[in-house]
């Protein structure tokens, strides 16, 4: 696509920005039949980062699903994923838990920002005694606005439930 192949519908226009991202297709064999599909290439598959994800979920003694589905939502399982606020990486972690949690290597290696979102989220948990949607309310809007009971971090708790239930089943 060309911008000016998009330009004349809404379609077009996002299947012209989302050329950006797609990875070069393989070359062909010869002998391959030329209507054979090319499966997308998914740069943030979280198979990369599971065996990271399980090992730090079980030191920090939340559920691998809970987490996975966590993940999932703030960041797509994108590393170098950065929000408006200026959290950053796979847990979007905010700059002041950095420091908080002392992280010294870059916040976007994926354990480094894995320790940190996983350290804050269960001592959320510990605070509100095992329950996951308030701990997982406080992790969006914060401590003051989980209190004040903002519908942004109820809605945010419900959608990370949601997506654990729908893959996991729990």
Not at 137 to 163: F, H, M
Request: net charge positive; proline share 8%.
């Amino acid at each position: 696509y060309t911008l000016g192949d998009a330009s004349d519908d809404l379609q077009g226009f996002a299947r012209y920005l989302a050329s950006f991202f797609r990875q070069p297709a393989s070359p062909r064999p010869a002998n391959a039949s030329a209507a054979a599909p090319v499966a997308p290439v998914d740069r943030y598959a979280p198979d990369m980062h599971r065996p990271l994800l399980e090992r730090l979920a079980g030191e920090y003694q939340i559920p691998t699903a809970l987490a996975d589905s966590w993940v999932m939502k703030e960041s797509s399982w994108n590393p170098h994923s950065r929000g408006r606020s200026g959290e950053y990486g796979l847990t979007q972690i905010m700059p002041y838990l950095v420091k908080r949690y002392g992280i010294q290597q870059t916040p976007l290696d994926p354990e480094a920002n894995l320790r940190a979102g996983l350290s804050h989220l269960s001592g959320l948990l510990k605070e509100y005694k095992g329950d996951v949607p308030r701990a997982l309310a406080a992790y969006n809007v914060g401590q003051r606005g989980e209190r004040e009971g903002r519908p942004r971090g109820k809605a945010y708790a419900e959608a990370i439930l949601g997506l654990q239930k729908k893959k996991y089943g729990q």
